[in-house]
């Protein structure tokens, strides 16, 4: 069964800093990993979708990378700004098509001003 | 395209009392979602359909639940009766499967208040 952990549940930081987001999952054999923002009372919003051939995706100053045979994956977040402030869920397929995805827990990031 | 569109976007009601969630998914999408958001849980799937057909409704809690398709452009999930448990945001995401790139998105929610 697919288990996906996301570490740390809570990250509060400055503004501008670095920052990296943590996915872990139980079964290797994916076909790809997503990365949703959510902001509080909205629903989900996709922002990078890697496939399993791939290493990592960027979109602006998000960059998130893949690491299959490890179960891992990272959302680097560079220069952080307020608007950053959200929770980030990383989720995985339970198999190829149009299958459900499975969901980390999410990481709640605050970005202080 | 205006999304994924739920209805009603909050809903309280009395234990006992019957709730009906709406969803409609981007038109072309042949997949549709329900998920239940819980602080405890996170997000749990309940059912999914793929071409209006129910594939899997093993994370469906119980026989109080139960949810419909009846065309590609609508589908239901009832509770009846509704239990303070229940109380939730519920989430329909849909999905197209095109060319390996398997985008989901997902509608506002609904945020049911079981009292």
């Known amino acids: 069964k697919q288990e996906v952990t996301q570490i740390p549940a809570a990250l509060s930081v400055p503004e501008g800093e670095n920052l990296v987001l943590n996915c872990s999952f139980t079964?290797?054999?994916?076909?790809?990993l997503q990365w949703f923002r959510q902001d509080p009372g909205k629903g989900l919003t996709s922002l990078l979708l890697?496939?399993?051939?791939?290493r990592e995706q960027t979109s602006g100053r998000l960059n998130a990378s893949l690491d299959k045979s490890s179960g891992r994956s990272t959302l680097y977040i560079a220069a952080s700004q307020p608007g950053d402030s959200a929770t980030y869920l990383c989720a995985v397929p339970l198999g190829s098509g149009n299958t459900p995805l499975v969901f980390g827990k999410g990481t709640r990031l605050s970005v202080i001003a | 395209d205006a999304g994924v569109i739920q209805s009603p976007r909050h809903e309280v009601t009395e234990m006992g009392q019957e709730v009906t969630l709406r969803c409609k998914p981007i038109s072309g999408h042949n997949s549709l979602f329900w998920y239940r958001q819980t602080m405890m849980r996170g997000l749990e799937l309940l059912i999914y359909f793929n071409n209006n057909v129910p594939i899997d409704d093993s994370g469906m809690p119980e026989d109080r639940f139960s949810a419909k398709m009846p065309n590609a452009s609508f589908s239901t999930l009832k509770i009846q009766p509704s239990e303070p448990r229940d109380s939730a945001v519920y989430f329909c995401a849909s999905s197209l499967a095109a060319g390996g790139n398997y985008g989901y998105t997902f509608g506002s929610g609904t945020r049911l208040t079981v009292v």
């Open positions: 079964d290797s054999a994916i076909y790809n």
């Open positions: 890697i496939q399993s051939s791939q």
